[in-house]
């Protein structure tokens, strides 16, 4: 028996099996910790689904896959939704690398200190420089730092959903140092431009979820064998906020430069891992 990979919940892995079973493959799954495996019987049948499990994959809504359930499906399936708030909290910590969660509660505890009255403080310690009178050129991690903060609600929970997701992706499947390299990249580098571009007074992670929004799109496009990939429709999305942006339509302040700036380090980034890394872990 050969497993072939794994998908993140049971119903994807019984659509798949569902799928597989029409074409005469033989596969069951087992629990892991990070997602569910996919066991095939017959060595002879492994290239074929590993080549279908990359398609579906890709995409899982495809109306090929939710018709061989209707074919194929067992009723007396049972599907496995973990243990309540205590599978929810293990899928999040499992669902990425630890520099991940690192970044993603460095943002959080950011956010907590500036409304719980520290504001001022923070704005002060972490601002871009000439933000603050106090700011010194040699205070060098002034350049990363605004990555770190947020002012809304809805400002961290967006960025923070794309990057726990893509971030965590990149960091599960391809190693550690492929995240540093955005993360230090494209949460320094857009800063700069969007600095040139309207000032000292802006934060966010947007221009690194841009930067890991293009690297999964493109990676998943030169190079489907890594493991990540972002569906087109998302890719979509993200351009449509992207040009919104430049718009009075969202009604609030939003960091175009950081954002282009991001999503060309991202694409860059891909180019030129989908040519030369490895598909297994670096860290």
Known sequence: MIE???LPNARAA?????YL???????????????????????ADENQARAELIEFAKNPYDSKYLQASWDNGATDTKFDYGPGTKGLIQQFMTGAGPLTLVCFFACVAVFAGMNLGFADAIFTKLSFFSAVADS?????????????MHFSAMHIIFNLLWWWYLGGKI????GTRPLLFLLVVAGTLPNIVQFYMTGPNFGGLSGVVYAVVGYTWLM????????????????GFMLVWLVLGFTDVLGMPIA?????????????????????SPTTKTS
């Open 4 to 6: 072939i990979g794994q």
């Open 14 to 18: 019984q659509a798949f099996i569902d």
């Open 21 to 43: 079973k029409g074409l005469n493959i033989q596969c069951h799954a087992v629990t892991h910790s990070q997602g569910v495996g996919l066991i095939i019987t017959n060595p």
């Open 136 to 148: 010194d050129v040699n205070q060098v991690w002034r350049v990363f730092t605004p990555s770190l």
């Open 171 to 174: 960091e599960t499947n391809l």
């Open 220 to 235: 998943g496009i030169r190079k489907p064998s890594c493991g990540i990939s972002l569906p087109q429709s998302y890719m």
């Open 256 to 276: 175009n430069g950081a954002h282009i700036a991001g999503l060309c380090v991202g694409l860059a980034q891909a180019l030129f891992d989908s040519r030369t």
